[in-house]
């Protein structure tokens, strides 16, 4: 069992960044994969940015690549997402979820763990 909790969300301007924290429970997290996944106001979730156990792999979809890195520090029980050059469209709940597994996708009915989610608003 893992539970997870999301931090760092806020307001900001466009072009500003934010940091968002995913701090796990549980003694197996590092064999977990983790991915980041967003929802804004009316529209479906979607996949951000995912990480595998070790953090050798990472992944992310095309409109935050360049932008947001995905990081894991296992001996500190988190996974961060830094978001660069925040655009207005970048706005929504983000979301960390966690999955039994040690290699990650950008399926979201993957990951059996969630966190209760974190707002970001950009403001243009």
């Known amino acids: 069992q893992v539970q997870l909790v999301e931090s760092g969300g806020g307001l900001v301007q466009a072009g500003g960044s934010l940091r968002l924290s995913c701090a796990a429970s549980g003694r197996t997290f590092s064999s977990y994969a983790v991915g980041w996944f967003r929802q804004a106001p009316g529209k479906e979730s979607e996949f951000v940015a995912a990480?595998?156990?070790?953090?050798?792999?990472?992944y992310y979809t095309d409109s935050v690549k360049g932008r947001f890195t995905i990081s894991r520090d296992n001996l500190k029980n988190t996974v961060y997402l830094q978001m660069n050059n925040l655009k207005p469209e970048d706005t929504a709940v983000y979301y960390c979820?966690?999955?039994?597994?040690?290699?990650?996708?950008?399926?979201?009915?993957?990951?059996?763990?969630w966190g209760q989610g974190t707002q970001v608003t950009v403001s243009s």
């Open positions: 979820a966690a999955r039994g597994a040690r290699w990650a996708t950008m399926r979201e009915n993957d990951y059996a763990y």
């Open positions: 990480i595998s156990w070790s953090g050798g792999s990472t």
